[in-house]
C-alpha cells in the first residue's frame, strides 16, 4: 500500500499505521514466548507471515527508498544510515524466525531479539523521526 503513496504525511501516516499493525503482533509472539508456548508463538508468527514478510519488506523499501531520501538533506544521511542497517537487522532476523516456524523449531533467543530490535527501531521511527519527517513535509 505504501508503494502508491508519493512522500508527504500520509506516507508517514500510513507507515505509522503499518507499525501498529505490527506491534499487536509482535505482543502476541513475545507474550507466547514469555510464557514458554513455542508451539502458540509459531502459530503466531505463520499467521502473521505476510505482516512481518511481504508487507514489512514493501514498508521498508517506502521507508529507504521513498521516505528517507526526502529527508536527508535536512536531517543527514547518516542519521538516516542507522535506519537503514537497523532494517537490514530485522530483516535478517524476521527470515530467521519465520523459517524456524515453517521447520517447527523456533529459537527463543532470536525471536525475543527480533521483537526487541523490531519495536526499538519502529518506537525510534514514532518518536523521533515521523515527527520531524511530519514538520519537513508540511
Ligand atoms: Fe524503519
Known amino acids: 500500500m505504501t508503494a502508491e503513496l508519493p512522500v508527504g504525511i500520509a506516507l508517514v501516516d500510513q507507515l505509522s499505521k503499518e507499525h501498529d499493525e505490527v506491534r499487536s503482533l509482535l505482543s502476541g509472539i513475545e507474550d507466547l514466548t514469555a510464557r514458554n508456548d513455542l508451539?502458540?508463538?509459531v502459530d503466531q508468527i505463520l499467521s502473521g507471515s505476510a505482516v512481518i514478510g511481504e508487507a514489512l519488506d514493501e514498508h521498508i523499501v517506502?521507508?529507504?527508498?521513498t521516505l528517507f531520501p526526502?529527508?536527508?538533506?535536512e536531517?543527514?544521511?547518516e542519521l538516516l544510515n542507522g535506519f537503514i542497517e537497523e532494517?537490514?537487522?530485522i530483516k535478517q532476523l524476521r527470515d530467521l524466525v519465520?523459517?524456524?516456524?515453517?521447520?517447527?523449531?523456533?529459537p527463543v533467543?532470536?525471536?525475543e531479539e527480533f521483537c526487541q530490535v523490531?519495536?526499538?527501531h519502529m518506537d525510534k521511527e514514532d518518536m523521533m523521526l515521523f515527527p520531524s519527517a511530519r514538520e519537513l513535509l508540511s
Not at 517506502?62 to 527508498?65: G, S
Not at 526526502?70 to 538533506?73: G, H, K, N, R, T
Not at 519465520?98 to 523456533?106: F, T
Open 118 to 120: 523490531l519495536r526499538e
Open 62 to 65: 517506502a521507508e529507504d527508498e
Open 39 to 41: 508451539g502458540g508463538a
Open 109 to 111: 533467543g532470536e525471536t
Open 75 to 77: 536531517m543527514g544521511q
Open 70 to 73: 526526502a529527508l536527508a538533506s
Open 87 to 89: 532494517h537490514v537487522r
Open 98 to 106: 519465520i523459517s524456524s516456524a515453517r521447520a517447527n523449531n523456533l
